[in-house]
Nanobody
Framework: QVQLVESGGGLVQAGGSLRLSCTAS????????MGWYRQAPGKQRELVAS???????NYADSVKDRFTISRTNAKKMVYLQMNSLRPEDTAVYYC???????????WGQGTQVTVSS
């Protein structure tokens, strides 16, 4: 069982920055593939960014060059640095872990990000 706890959401003006953090449980964190997803009202949950156990990253086109995902295995944490925020980035952001041998991914409870225009 893996538990994920997000933090760092809040209200920010357009053009501002926020840094989301996700703390994970489990002794094998370094082997997890981690990701950040978001879900806006009335929309489906979508992948924002992901990072493999080896550190390779992938981003949604809408956030490329604005968001950066990173991880610190020693602290069992993954981060999402969000710059140049836009109102359309407003959503609940979820941390996700893909664990080898698990039939399903794990999700955090989500953290709200609101960008005002």
């Amino acid at each position: 069982q893996v538990q994920l706890v997000e933090s760092g959401g809040g209200l920010v003006q357009a053009g501002g920055s926020l840094r989301l953090s996700c703390t994970a449980s489990g002794s094998a964190f370094s082997t997890y593939a981690m990701g950040w997803y978001r879900q806006a009202p009335g929309k489906q949950r979508e992948l924002v960014a992901s990072i493999t156990r080896g550190g390779s990253t992938n981003y949604a086109d809408s956030v490329k060059d604005r968001f950066t995902i990173s991880r610190t295995n020693a602290k069992k944490m993954v981060y999402l640095q969000m710059n140049s925020l836009r109102p359309e980035d407003t959503a609940v952001y979820y941390c996700n872990a893909a664990v080898a041998g698990s039939l399903r991914p794990y999700w955090g409870q989500g953290t709200q990000v609101t960008v005002s225009s």
